[in-house]
């Protein structure tokens, strides 16, 4: 789930974020975008875990905005690690014990503004972090897929905003998301998620320089992959200005 964005007060929107993730009470949370975190953010992230019942381990950013991933008991986090420097924003990553072993999550967020950054950052990743038969990577990638059709979320996209998602001669830079894919990890949308993909714009968070597209994902390894089910993007109540992106779900049998 993507935290960014302010209301239209210029304030925070913690508690609209609270009541998404208290209603779906996921085991495992990934969250990005932890606007105004970098001040006194250890007690922010603690008393925002300490509400939702669940446990989080937080990785803040060199330049950009801090990202987390939370954990809900029985899971117990056995080893952390952070990603501080070599991304436009963080990575926060996470070994929780399963019934099907070990599983790493990785919460991440990759450069919004350049494609070429993107597709380094999404090939260090991969490089470092999936290593072992059971791996998650969730977060807002700010890329798009390289399977889709993605005309008409581009056209709907304000011009100034285009060059993000484009190679120079105006055709889809999707390279992050197969960097991805050529490490081994499943975009579970194309095999578990059902209903509308697009998770920008919401109705009232604003972010306008999206046109109507998919850019948060959940990726897995085959081993995860195949335990997925039931993928969706939450959609309507406070989810439509908690934050400028809707949140993802997806059901795991581990």
Same mark, same amino acid.
């Given at each position: 789930?993507?935290?960014?964005?302010?209301?239209?007060?210029?304030?925070?929107?913690?508690?609209?974020?609270?009541?998404?993730?208290?209603?779906?009470?996921?085991?495992?949370?990934?969250?990005?975008?932890?606007?105004?975190?970098?001040?006194?953010?250890?007690?922010?992230?603690?008393?925002?875990?300490?509400?939702?019942?669940?446990?989080?381990?937080?990785?803040?950013?060199?330049?950009?905005?801090?990202?987390?991933?939370?954990?809900?008991?029985?899971?117990?986090?056995?080893?952390?690690?952070?990603?501080?420097?070599?991304?436009?924003?963080?990575?926060?990553?996470?070994?929780?014990?399963? *019934? &099907? !072993?070990?599983?790493?999550? +990785?919460? =991440?967020?990759?450069?919004?503004?350049?494609?070429?950054?993107? @597709? /380094?950052?999404?090939?260090?990743?991969?490089?470092?972090?999936?290593?072992?038969?059971?791996?998650?990577?969730?977060?807002?990638?700010?890329?798009?897929?390289?399977?889709?059709?993605?005309?008409?979320?581009?056209?709907?996209?304000?011009?100034?905003?285009?060059?993000?998602?484009?190679?120079?001669?105006?055709?889809?830079?999707?390279?992050?998301?197969?960097?991805?894919?050529?490490?081994?990890?499943?975009?579970?949308?194309?095999?578990? *998620? &059902? !209903?509308?993909?697009?998770? +920008?714009? =919401?109705?009232?968070?604003?972010?306008?320089?999206?046109?109507? @597209? /998919?850019?948060?994902?959940?990726?897995?390894?085959?081993?995860?992959?195949?335990?997925?089910?039931?993928?969706?993007?939450?959609?309507?109540?406070?989810?439509?200005?908690?934050?400028?992106?809707?949140?993802?779900?997806?059901?795991?049998?581990?």
């Amino acid at each position: 789930m993507k935290t960014g964005g302010v209301d239209r007060g210029q304030r925070i929107r913690l508690p609209a974020i609270a009541e998404v993730i208290a209603a779906e009470a996921p085991d495992v949370l990934t969250l990005q975008e932890l606007r105004d975190f970098h001040r006194d953010d250890e007690r922010r992230m603690t008393d925002l875990a300490g509400a939702l019942g669940m446990t989080a381990h937080l990785a803040r950013s060199g330049f950009g905005m801090p990202v987390a991933v939370l954990v809900r008991e029985p899971l117990r986090i056995t080893h952390t690690g952070s990603v501080t420097w070599r991304l436009h924003h963080a990575a926060a990553v996470v070994v929780v014990e399963t *019934g &099907s !072993g070990p599983l790493t999550v +990785v919460s =991440t967020h990759l450069d919004p503004f350049w494609p070429y950054r993107r @597709m /380094r950052e999404a090939r260090w990743l991969a490089a470092r972090y999936v290593r072992s038969e059971h791996v998650v990577l969730a977060g807002d990638l700010n890329g798009l897929d390289p399977v889709g059709d993605h005309t008409e979320a581009l056209a709907s996209q304000h011009s100034m905003f285009r060059k993000r998602h484009l190679f120079p001669d105006g055709t889809v830079d999707s390279r992050a998301l197969a960097a991805f894919g050529a490490a081994g990890l499943v975009d579970l949308w194309g095999t578990v *998620g &059902s !209903g509308d993909p697009r998770t +920008v714009p =919401t109705t009232q968070g604003g972010g306008r320089e999206f046109g109507g @597209m /998919r850019l948060d994902y959940v990726l897995a390894t085959p081993a995860v992959a195949g335990k997925a089910h039931d993928m969706r993007v939450i959609r309507g109540g406070a989810a439509e200005h908690a934050s400028d992106h809707y949140p993802v779900r997806v059901d795991l049998d581990l």
